[in-house]
Each structure stands twice: as C-alpha cells, then as structure tokens.
T-cell receptor, first 111, second 113 residues
Framework: RKEVEQDPGPFNVPEGATVAFNCTYSNSASQSFFWYRQDCRKEPKLLMSVYSSGNEDGRFTAQLNRASQYISLLIRDSKLSDSATYLCVVNSLGSARQLTFGSGTQLTVLP | NAGVTQTPKFQVLKTGQSMTLQCAQDMNHEYMSWYRQDPGMGLRLIHYSVGAGITDQGEVPNGYNVSRSTTEDFPLRLLSAAPSQTSVYFC????????????FGDGTRLSIL
C-alpha cells in the first residue's frame, strides 16, 4: 500500500462546478499536511497547508480527518485556471525522509 | 527574488556519462532536497540536507551523490548515467521541515540514451 494515495483522475468538470479530491495516508504519526498545485511541465507550488480544524482560502477548503487518515480539498466555482494536477503531501515527524508526496490528481476545468 | 534556481533546464546524456545538476537558493534556507518525478509515481526523495556539511539519503539514493559545502548550493551528481535515471529532477528548499512548505526550483528534464 502506498503511504499517500490519491485518485489520479482525470476529473473533467465544467466551469463553475464544485469538485472535491481526497487523499489517504497510512502513517498515523503524520503531523503536517499540504496541498500543492502543479501545472503541466512546471514545478509544484504550495496551494495551502491543511490544519486540524480545517481551513479555507477563497474558493478552496481543506479538511483533515485524523481518525480516518485522509485529507480533502474542495474547490468551489471552478475556473479554467484551476486546471492542474493537485498533489497531496504528508510530513511525518518533521523529517525530510518522512515527507511523502501523492502521485497527484489531474483536474481539467472545461469552458 | 530568485528563490530556488536549477541548471540546466534540459539535458540529454549517453549511458555511462556523468554530470552535475546545479541547485542554488537565496532564501537562507537550512533544508534542501532533491526529488525525481516519474509518471504515476509522484515525487520521490533522492537526497536531502539539513544544513551545510550535512547530507543524508532519501528513498531512492542509488546512483546519485550530493554535497552541501555552503547553505546556498546543493548539487546533485549522477555518477554513471543509466536510462532508468531519465526523469524530471526538482530541487527544493525550506526553512523548516515541520510545518513549513517547500519551495521548488523549476526542474531539470534529463534524458539518458
């Protein structure tokens, strides 16, 4: 079983739609959680950190469920510019060795 | 504001050749890492450093060497290139690996023939 698993998609949604991605992690000692965005042939860039109480940044909402060991990302009112691959990143024990990336979920927002 | 700078952006090598991928950051970050990204596998950690003079192996270190003589620079050396090392390589830095995100360079696309 992979340490961090994501549905690879692709998710194809119309503009204005709401879309949600889930990511599961296997290490119950995981402490830090992030969502990164990666555009085609570009480097990953931080989208948002995920806090225990859940957090929101504009149209984006991140949730953490420690009991079930998953994090989620909700995108409301999708824009064409949201088309990208979304990477789930989990950090256990604050160590580089324990920073694990999911393989990403591809999103395409259609006009 | 340069951030993390990687060179070269593209490289083609023949099997058995050696080369060095350069990475420099100007943010005074202590932590630097090298990843490779292959289709369907996400980013995998090759080597990392928690400060000048200190390096350690990640998940896939075989065939690669690193050094960290200064805070700013963290070069990755391919000792004898193999086709299995064809990949996209990303260098990243972070002030803290706990709750701080990593800043990535824009990648080196490497093909080994």
């Amino acid at each position: 079983r992979k340490e961090v698993e994501q549905d690879p998609g692709p998710f194809n949604v119309p503009e204005g739609a709401t879309v949600a991605f889930n990511c599961t992690y296997s290490n119950s000692a995981s402490q830090s959680f992030f969502w990164y965005r990666q555009d085609c042939r570009k480097e990953p860039k931080l989208l948002m950190s995920v806090y225990s109480s859940g957090n929101e940044d504009g149209r984006f909402t991140a949730q953490l469920n420690r009991a079930s060991q998953y994090i989620s990302l909700l995108i409301r009112d999708s824009k064409l510019s949201d088309s990208a691959t979304y990477l789930c990143v989990v950090n256990s024990l604050g160590s580089a060795r324990q920073l694990t990336f999911g393989s990403g979920t591809q999103l395409t927002v259609l006009p | 504001n340069a951030g993390v700078t990687q060179t070269p952006k593209f490289q083609v090598l023949k099997t058995g050749q050696s080369m060095t991928l350069q990475c420099a950051q100007d943010m005074n970050h202590e932590y630097m890492s090298w990843y490779r990204q292959d289709p369907g596998m996400g980013l995998r950690l090759i080597h990392y450093s928690v400060g000048a003079g200190i390096t350690d192996q990640g998940e896939v270190p075989n065939g690669y060497n690193v050094s960290r003589s200064t805070t700013e620079d963290f070069p990755l050396r391919l000792l004898s290139a193999a086709p299995s090392q064809t990949s996209v390589y990303f260098c990243a830095s972070s002030p803290d690996l706990g709750n701080q995100p990593q800043h990535f360079g824009d990648g080196t696309r490497l093909s080994i023939l």
